[in-house]
């Protein structure tokens, strides 16, 4: 039913003349809009019209900033009353890898004050790479009351005191979620701050914290929480306490076990089996720390559903991981360390038909004497068994052209495919040729790909390929690649979808950086650190497109022309006002 | 450009340098043959340090290529628990002969010799044998030796295990000839 009067609602919406052409009211088009979740969707809405625009807003519940410095809460707040949930993004992406200061910036605590005057019903809250005190984190606790769910993931600059402050006063906590943070482990008693009275938790991660935790606090809070579906302990957990916390919360959806190797006796042993055979409904599996082979098999009833196994962390072998695998017929994605091998691989690509992503992490990135983990013919196992796959982050000593090729033959669907060669600039280790030929038949073979990360020895080629091919690609990471300026400049002309590019060590200039010039500000950012670009370069760029905030790291002592590291991004909020004096805004 | 970095203080850069002698000749310090000849319990053996051909290549070896900051790209939090399960593990390389790779094990994983000499055996696809607390081990080419805590090579059986663990520095599997060392 088309109603052609506009209803005037109260006095929180604008003023808004309907043209006749436009049927629904308000209260409809604001109704409609809630549906439309997915960003890119309620971006484009947003452009349609001035109505629209302002229907978008009004029903906008959820916010993604992927960089902090992109807008400011004072815009952010105006332009969306409702927000119940935030998602910020702050450092970037290189700071993982200590290419960033300390004291860098992205810090909550200016959002947290503005969302406190704002959005008092501010529910959730999702940091990525943000610098977050305790203060803020009490601050958080005491100016949202209907707070629901935290999660922290690389994130900097808190301890278990702001944890404690969280558990304490958020009543209505339903996810608290700490991940591979640099806390401050200062071994409180943060756990036991959860009143008794508390029953609402449904996530509680804390596997990242090395301290011993209050076991006892632990118990009673799984016994109560009877929503508990996601409960990831740290390592302090032995196998008899991870025991009774299962028999008290058989429902869990998504387990991370703590240590998986203490000396259990028989009855021990039997009733920890039996706990494991009474979750049901687990789909996701993480921790084992240190795993014991011999405990291993009382996972085995609890895998045939498991859709998730995350090993990152547990550095088994082959064997272990084979015998583990053959009970886990419906698993998606796969978290391994390198101990595993090229044998565990084969058992993967025989076992795991439905794999869709395969992550294999370093056991000992920085011991070259050591055994040599995952090769080639690993790779290609998998992508023989799993045709599904379309997510590869693999770490490895040696790789070749020839079998690149191969994998991307098998699975066409890549979306992501990072491949990090570990020895910087290392070539084919069979025809000692650059591997240009295998990314060119990554980004050939594989038309969905969205993010790609390249090593070694790579020369402009690789890149002429990315630009011809890539046409979806919108991240690339680069390190000690490229032999000119027409590398970059063949990505920068060639992918119309890039929105993040980060390059270390590279040799691109000026000319490579001038060549961006029309493309900066429909990217998110760009990084590039020990590069050929100059300071003049850099204040080029600033001058030529001053919506673009041009910033240089410099270390104390440096040549002053060069500029050692260059991040470059784009923004509505104008230079940064916070920051720190090795941060050069030009 | 300037790249070497600071986090690596807590390794031991002799352990990670890269060099191209093979593992289980002895080191770039050039120390000679040592008899063990405390009065203990440990068998005596000769260390074998004069391996030849690339030995001398080692001493001059050009150290491991500069360490680069944040590469490969792990991230901090992942770094620092590496690091951690180093120090809190029983972490010790395990070389053999002829390989041109070391192996890392945690000991805290085994239960006792049987189950450290099985996972030897599979890891590097070989027969150990049997230990006999007079001979050794008979019946292969394959002697598991360690380096105790004082520096001495002892046979990995000749001590309780307990105490095995606790003094094991790393373990070398010698072959052939050389394992016949008393």
Sequence with gaps: MMCKSKKKKDSKHETNFMNSSSAFPDEVLERVLSMVKSRKDRSSVSLVCKEWYNAERWSRKNVFIGNCYSVTP?????????????????KPRFSDFNLVPANWGADIHPWLVVFAEKYPFLEELKLKRMFVTD????????????????????????????????????????????????IDDKNGNWLSCFPESFTSLEVLNFANLNNDVNFDALEKLVGRCKSLKTLKVNKSITLEQLQRLLVRAPQLCELGTGSFSQELTCQQH?????????CKSLHT?????????????????????????????????????????????????????????????EAVGTYCPLLEELRVFPADPFDEGVAHGVTESGFIAVSEGCRKLHYVLYFCRQMTNAAVATVVQNCPDFTHFRLCIMTPGQPDYLTDEPMDEAFGAVVKNCTKLQR??????????????????????????VAFAGSSDWGMQCVLYGCPKLRKLEIRDSPFGNAALFSGLGK????????????????????????????????????????????????IYRSVAGPRRDAPPFVLTL | ???????????????????????????????????????????????????????????????????????????????????????????????????????????????GYAQLLKA?????????GDYSEKEGYKGSDYEPTYEDKDGDWMLVGDVPWDMFVTSCKRLRIMKGSEARGV
């Design chain 1, 285 to 345: 599996l993480s921790g084992l720390w240190v795993a014991s082979t011999q405990y291993l098999e009382v996972l085995y009833p609890a895998c045939t559903n498991l859709t998730f196994l995350n090993f990152s962390y547990a550095p088994l072998d082959s064997e272990d991981l084979s015998k583990l695998l053959v009970h886990c017929p419906n698993l998606r994605r796969l978290w391994v360390v390198d101990t595993v091998e090229d044998k565990g691989l």
């Design chain 1, 74 to 90: 004072e815009i952010l707040t105006r332009r969306f009353p409702n927000i119940r949930s935030v998602t910020l993004k702050g």
């Design chain 2, 1 to 111: 450009m300037e790249n070497s970095v600071a986090y690596d203080k807590d390794l031991n850069m002799k352990d990670t340098e890269l060099r191209l002698g093979l593992p289980g000749t002895e080191k770039n310090e050039k120390e000679e043959t040592t008899l063990s000849v405390k009065v203990s319990n440990k068998r005596p053996m000769i260390e074998s340090s004069k391996d030849n051909g690339s030995k001398t290549s080692d001493e001059e070896a050009p150290p491991s290529k500069a360490k680069i900051v944040g590469w490969p790209p792990i991230r901090s939090y992942r770094k620092n628990s590496l690091q951690e399960a180093e120090a809190s593990g029983i972490y010790v390389k395990v070389s053999l002969d002829g390989a041109p790779y070391l192996r890392k094990i945690d000991l805290r994983i085994y239960g």
């Design chain 1, 135 to 182: 203060e803020s984190l009490e601050f958080l606790a005491f100016s949202f009351p209907n707070f629901k769910a935290l999660s922290l993931l690389s994130c900097d600059g808190f301890s278990t005191d702001g944890l404690a402050a969280v558990a304490t006063y958020c009543k209505n906590l339903t996810e608290l979620d700490i991940q591979e943070n640099g």
């Design chain 1, 270 to 278: 039997s009733e920890l089996k039996r706990a494991f055979n009474n």
């Design chain 1, 452 to 477: 790609l990360a390249v090593s070694g020895s790579l020369t402009d080629l690789t890149f002429e390929y990315i630009g011809r091919h890539a046409k979806n690609l919108e991240t690339l990471s």
């Design chain 1, 520 to 567: 900066y500000e429909s990217m998110r950012s760009l990084w590039m650190s020990d590069c050929k670009v100059t300071m003049n370069g850099c204040r080029f760029v600033a001058q030529e497109r001053p919506r673009l905030n041009v910033e240089v790291i410099n270390e104390e002592g440096g040549d002053d022309s060069r500029a050692e590291r260059v991040y």
């Design chain 2, 120 to 128: 030897l055996e599979n890891m590097f696809k070989l027969t150990i």
